[in-house]
């Protein structure tokens, strides 16, 4: 069984940089072609896809937040990271690591984290 679980502070301060890990098992995050992705979840809105980082180590990014976000990767501890700099309280949300892979030309995020809170909050 895949299993990714994330791990970090629920607590970040204006103005910082949120920084959050998820570690896999299950599965290797170095092989399969599998994009490794973060998602969130705002307080009353929808599900915003933030990034990923491919199996080759190749990360994309969304748009909006591309020029905030940073995901990197330890191969050896098994685990992916992001990295959301200058935070502001409309960051706060439910933050999800996932596996992503393009099936029948569709990219699909099949194996997912409980997800973790994380509060923006002075």
């Known amino acids: 069984q895949v299993q990714l679980q994330e791990s970090g502070p629920g607590l970040v301060k204006p103005s910082q940089t949120l920084s959050l890990t998820c570690t896999v098992s299950?599965?290797?995050?170095?092989?399969?072609?599998?994009?490794w992705s973060w998602i969130r979840q705002p307080p009353g809105k929808g599900l915003e896809w933030m990034g990923a980082?491919?199996?080759?180590?190749?990360?994309v990014y969304s748009p909006s937040l591309e020029s905030r976000t940073s995901i990197s990767r330890d191969t050896s501890k098994n685990q992916f990271t992001l990295q959301l700099s200058s935070v502001t309280p409309e960051d706060t949300a439910v933050y999800y690591c996932?596996?992503?892979?393009?099936?029948?030309?569709?990219?699909?995020?099949?194996?997912w984290g409980q997800g973790t809170q994380v509060t923006v909050s002075s």
């Open positions: 996932a596996r992503g892979r393009t099936y029948t030309g569709t990219y699909c995020l099949d194996f």
């Open positions: 299950g599965a290797s995050i170095t092989t399969d072609y599998d994009y």
């Open positions: 980082i491919h199996s080759s180590g190749n990360t």
